[in-house]
């Protein structure tokens, strides 16, 4: 299994910065893709960023060109850089780990979440 600590969420004025982290410890070998989803008052929660094994990174679209996802894997550690934040980026933002696992119908991706960390832009 997988753990996922966050932290780095705040309150911050629109147009500013956030840098969100999340550590991740246990099975982490077998993690296909880490990614940021958010979750704001009556909404779905919905992808942000998305980072692979592989490096390779999407993000909705939305966020494109203001947010940042990276890694560091001496740190087994995901980022999210957060810039020009709007008052729209209100929400709380959970770290994501997918793993895979095997089902009747063969693999599939299975979730693991942080306890997510608020985010609050001021205008």
């Known amino acids: 299994q997988v753990q996922l600590v966050e932290s780095g969420g705040g309150l911050v004025q629109g147009g500013g910065s956030l840098r969100l982290s999340c550590a991740a410890s246990g099975s982490i070998f077998s993690i296909n893709a880490m990614g940021w989803y958010r979750q704001a008052p009556g909404k779905q929660r919905e992808l942000v960023a998305a980072i692979t094994s592989g490096s390779s990174t999407n993000y909705a679209d939305s966020v494109q060109g203001r947010f940042t996802i990276s890694r560091d894997n001496a740190k087994n550690t995901v980022y999210l850089q957060m810039n020009s934040l709007k008052p729209e980026d209100t929400a709380v933002y959970y770290c994501?780990?997918?793993?895979?696992?095997?089902?009747?119908?063969?693999?599939?991706?299975?979730?693991?979440w942080g306890q997510g960390t608020q985010v609050t832009v001021s205008s």
């Open positions: 994501n780990a997918q793993v895979p696992k095997e089902g009747a119908e063969g693999f599939y991706e299975y979730d693991y």
